[in-house]
């Protein structure tokens, strides 16, 4: 991982030395990026700025680096993992003068032209200057691993890989989009397909296309822009599943070993699921020394991701590092801000705080640690939401077909009124807008949907919260070949292979103990014990007299935008206890936009921000759900005699597909399932029974209602007469 910035002038005019300055800048901006060296190149029309972290060939590659002729220029952030077959490839006089993996891409450009990066497998984003011609080229990745932004005037380019660092020029407007932000659909749990377009957030930051080729004339600033890779979407029906399954975990595996290949020592977040556990398996003999690290919380005790990474880190003999994020845990405002400006996101919550706090503890306690194996991005392209839309695939295409309908009603608001909550007496049909082309391929759709929300959200907050510490995230899921042969299984097998992630489980069953390939699909922080990070935020937004929240109305556009009095009003919901997990975190990153709004106006360096004391490491020895139980559930005690009182809005309703609601004034607190406990009792409150005759009644015992009960009293849905 490296940093990249730089300036051109788009008017035939050559920068002078007063932009030395500007270029300096630009190193500083990014050092967090590229903490082992930094050049700086100015020559003609263009300026270029290179900060580095040194994974291949730390003796001998720095940057910029320059074809033997001169006329090429190149600085680039990430891995080219197939270098070596790339280099062989090349014509026979071409002589590389370095060890970078990177140098090979200025012949591919030489020799290729736009087409260059058809056959490069790896992460990067890429400036290059071509001398000869005047142009300037920038180029990303197909997923868009690596960022790479840009804003532009007549006159001039300023691009950087991080959007911080374009704010250094003048020319950059310091204003956040509101109205576009606001719009996003992933930013308000609105169950849509993502949109084409990826949000950057801020007025006149652009963002490089994932897969995609910009070509800038520095002449006259005309832009050509070439796509490389597209999602494929012809289907293999010539392949059968167990082809289908053996294909996947050869290329898994040669995509790991690509991914686990470094000069300098690598870590790994695991999680106990089996997405991270199969990167461990076959990492952990080539990347000797291989230690991993993982969230020990309230969630992820509750949910038993702790538990079975250290169970598994036993199994294998690796070191496992549990960091703790103890109850009450609560960041302070000023590490809040330098997180969400660290990520130039609102989407910023728990899933982020953790992830920035493990790199954190690794960098301190792994000093020469510079790359992070993730198992990040498997779920998006091998069917792992599946099970979570419908109780079979048939129920996952429904759901599919709600969130396309919801999509198009988007665009065509006027047809809306015909959908009522009960009933529609119009075809899905009648939302295509005349003569466009009909969504024949529901998965196929949804999947594309899941590219583009993977550049969004994951690889964007992966890549920020990895470059904070001075580390690269790296992330064998997302090998194209892998992508590919998913995107590319045929309808008939689909309900075979990608129900519940069959293709991964199958494919690696062998290499992992089935305790983990069978072990049902846990979120990160949400389920069981979502309500330690909810409350964490609830904390957050009420520190030093609620600081971020007033900070954030106060904001420049917030006044346009935000409902000011009942933003306080649903705070103090919060407060009291009332807390439901979708609105908190949606409340979250509207506080986030207005940060985000206010900072942007002054831009901070993060240098001069406070990041407060690395977390610690619970030292575990045998079980984390056994040694932690007095530290995430304190012991208390229920009166038996006591009497429960439901909230007054307090509703338990079921479904067709036999999940059971728990229902709080018309919003959904909790989904269980049908032959849950909990909901018994619940269904047998009548404000006289105590506690003794509901739980004879429902026929259970306190032990197996005690965490869901303790839930509910805390969030203030069950009361307790005395």
């Not at 990492?283 to 000797?288: G, I, L, P, S």
């Not at 983990?516 to 935020?537: C, D, S």
């Not at 959904?668 to 018994?680: K, M, T």
Request: net charge negative; glycine share 8%.
């Amino acid at each position: 991982m490296c940093g990249l910035a730089g300036f051109a002038r788009l008017d035939g005019q050559d920068l002078g030395p007063e932009f030395d300055a500007l270029l300096n800048n630009f190193a500083d901006l990014l050092h967090h990026r590229g903490p082992d060296e930094r050049e700086l190149l100015r020559s003609g029309p263009v300026g270029l700025a290179f900060t580095r972290l040194s994974l291949v060939n730390p003796q001998d590659g720095t940057q910029p680096l320059v074809s033997d002729d001169g006329n090429l220029v190149l600085i680039a952030n990430g891995e080219v993992y197939n270098h070596k077959e790339l280099a062989a490839r090349l014509p026979s006089d071409v002589r590389l003068k370095t060890g970078s993996d990177c140098e090979v891409l200025l012949y591919l450009y030489r020799q290729h032209g736009l087409d260059f990066l058809r056959d490069v497998r790896g992460m990067f984003a890429i400036v290059l200057w071509d001398r000869a011609r005047g142009q300037l080229v920038l180029a990303r990745d197909r997923f868009g691993i690596k960022p790479l932004y840009y804003h532009r005037t007549d006159q001039r380019i300023v691009m950087s890989s991080e959007i911080k660092a374009l704010f250094a020029d003048p020319t950059t407007p310091r204003r956040f989009a509101w109205e576009k932000a606001l719009s996003v659909p992933l930013a308000a749990a609105a169950p849509r397909f993502s949109p084409e377009q990826m949000c950057t957030w801020f007025e006149g930051v652009e963002s490089v296309p994932a897969a995609t080729v910009l070509r800038v004339d520095l002449r006259d600033g005309r832009t050509t822009e070439h796509r490389y890779w597209e999602l494929p979407t012809e289907a293999d029906e010539s392949t059968s599943a167990e082809g289908f399954i053996e294909r996947y975990g050869d290329l898994l595996e040669a995509s790991i070993q690509d991914c686990a290949t470094a000069d300098t020592e690598l870590g790994l977040f695991l999680s106990g699921g089996i997405d991270s556990s199969i990167v461990l398996a076959l990492a952990r003999k080539q990347a000797e020394g291989l230690h991993t690290f993982t969230a020990l919380s309230g969630g992820t005790r509750a949910n038993g991701d702790a538990e079975h990474a250290s169970w598994l880190a036993r199994q294998w003999g690796v070191p496992n590092h549990q960091v703790l994020f103890e109850p009450g845990l609560t960041p302070t405002p000023e590490q809040w801000r330098r997180l969400v400006w660290l990520a130039e996101s609102p989407l910023v919550g728990p899933e982020v705080y953790y992830k920035h706090e493990l790199h954190r503890f690794a960098r301190q306690e792994r000093p020469e640690l510079r790359g992070m194996l993730l198992g990040a991005a498997s779920d998006e392209f091998n069917g792992g939401y599946s099970e979570g839309m419908g109780e079979d695939w048939p129920g996952f295409l429904a759901g599919l077909r709600g969130m396309n309908r919801t999509t198009r009603l988007d665009r065509m608001p006027g047809l809306r009124y015909w959908w009522g909550e009960s009933e529609a007496f119009l075809s899905d049909d009648a939302l295509h807008s005349p003569g466009a082309e009909r969504d024949t391929d529901l998965y196929a759709s949804y999947v594309l949907s899941e590219y583009r929300k993977v550049q969004q959200y994951n690889v964007w907050h992966e890549d920020r919260t990895a470059a904070g510490s001075g580390v690269e995230a790296r992330v064998p899921f997302l090998d194209h070949r892998i992508v590919e042969l998913t995107a590319s299984i045929p309808e008939r097998l689909r309900p075979r292979l990608l129900w519940d992630k069959r293709i991964l489980r199958d494919a690696v069953g062998s290499r992992v103990p089935r305790r983990i390939a069978e072990r049902p699909k846990v979120p990160f922080f949400y389920g069981n014990g979502t309500h330690h990070a909810y409350a964490m935020l609830v904390r957050l937004m009420n520190e030093n007299g609620r600081e971020l929240v007033e900070q954030a109305l106060a904001a420049p556009g917030a006044d346009a935008f935000l409902d000011a009095d009942r933003i306080r009003r649903r705070l103090n919901d919060f407060a009291q206890g009332t807390s439901d997990s979708p609105s908190v975190e949606l409340l979250m990153r509207i506080v986030n936009m207005g940060l985000l709004a206010d900072m942007v106006t002054s831009a901070p360096r993060l240098e001069s921000m406070g990041t407060g004391a690395v977390r610690l490491e619970l030292q575990v020895h045998n079980s984390p759900v056994a040694e932690t139980q007095e530290l995430f559930e304190p012991a208390r005690s229920h009166d038996l005699n006591a009497v429960p009182v439901s909230a007054k809005g307090l509703l338990v309703l079921s479904h067709a597909d036999g999940d059971q609601y728990i229902v709080n004034d018309g919003q959904i607190e909790f989904v269980l399932d049908p032959d849950s406990p909990i909901i018994r009792v619940l269904e047998r409150i009548d404000g006289t029974s105590t506690l003794a005759e509901l739980l004879r009644k429902a026929g259970v015992e306190i032990e197996t209602v005690e965490e869901e009960l303790n839930t509910l009293i805390d969030q203030r849905l069950v009361l307790i007469a005395a």
